[in-house]
């Protein structure tokens, strides 16, 4: 069965890194493309960025352009999400998902998420 | 990337019918029949429940049902069971992005 496992989250001072990173199992990796998705405490959810199934595009927010990298290791069935600059408004539940086919905001498969603070 | 609008709250009573609209832009919902809508239970992540405007994915129990006109599309459930009740998003395909709708949270008294 599909199992998208995320990791790396934390409490972060504002202006610092953190990598994310999503594990993939269950279906061919290499051949879908993957989401993140956010959710603030107690907020609805935010789409934060995307990468096709072999990295040839990214698409990003504009809240997070600039500052996030989205990024996949098929070899290591992996998605990754590199936060740089972070900001107390990035604090956030963040997901991985899965896209039922090319890039069309369809996320058919979810991880159970890892929590960013970021707070001084 | 503005959000689409989403009614904060709906509530039903078991065994009525209700319905959550999302309203969206010529530039989201408007343009294309890629409006999908996730139930989300305390704590838990997100479930696909319709996606394609109206297509239930499998697992998914015929109560629920999507449909769209222009700019705005809808997700009716019928029947309404106790196990409905969570918070329930609509999101759609806008070209080069993905946008949710705020979210509406369903009670079922």
């Known amino acids: 069965q599909v199992q998208l496992v995320e990791s790396g989250g934390g409490v972060v001072q504002p202006g610092g890194s953190l990598r994310l990173s999503c594990a993939a199992s269950?279906?061919?990796?290499?051949?879908?493309?993957m989401h993140w998705v956010r959710q603030a405490p107690g907020k609805g959810l935010e789409w934060v960025a995307f990468i096709r199934y072999d990295g040839s595009n990214k698409y990003y927010a504009d809240s997070v352009k600039g500052r996030f990298t989205i990024s996949r290791d098929n070899s290591k069935n992996t998605l990754y999400l590199q936060m740089n600059s972070l900001r107390a408004e990035d604090t956030a539940v963040y997901y991985c998902?899965?896209?039922?086919?090319?890039?069309?905001?369809?996320?058919?498969?979810w991880g159970q998420g890892t929590l960013v603070t970021v707070s001084s | 990337q503005s959000a689409l609008t989403q009614p904060a709250s709906v509530s039903g009573s078991p065994g009525q019918s209700i319905t959550i609209s999302c309203t969206g832009t010529s530039s989201d919902v408007g343009s294309y029949n890629l409006v999908s809508w996730y139930q989300q239970h305390p704590g838990k992540a997100p479930k696909l429940m319709i996606y394609?405007?109206?297509k239930r994915p499998s697992g998914v129990s015929n109560r629920f049902s999507g449909s769209k006109s222009g700019n705005t599309a809808s997700l009716t459930i019928s029947g309404l069971q106790a196990e409905d009740e969570a918070d329930y998003y609509c999101c759609s395909y806008a070209g080069s992005d993905v946008v949710f709708g705020g979210g509406t949270k369903l009670t079922v008294l």
């Open positions: 394609e405007v109206s």
């Open positions: 998902a899965k896209d039922l086919r090319g890039f069309r905001g369809i996320m058919d498969y």
């Open positions: 269950g279906f061919t990796f290499s051949s879908y493309g």
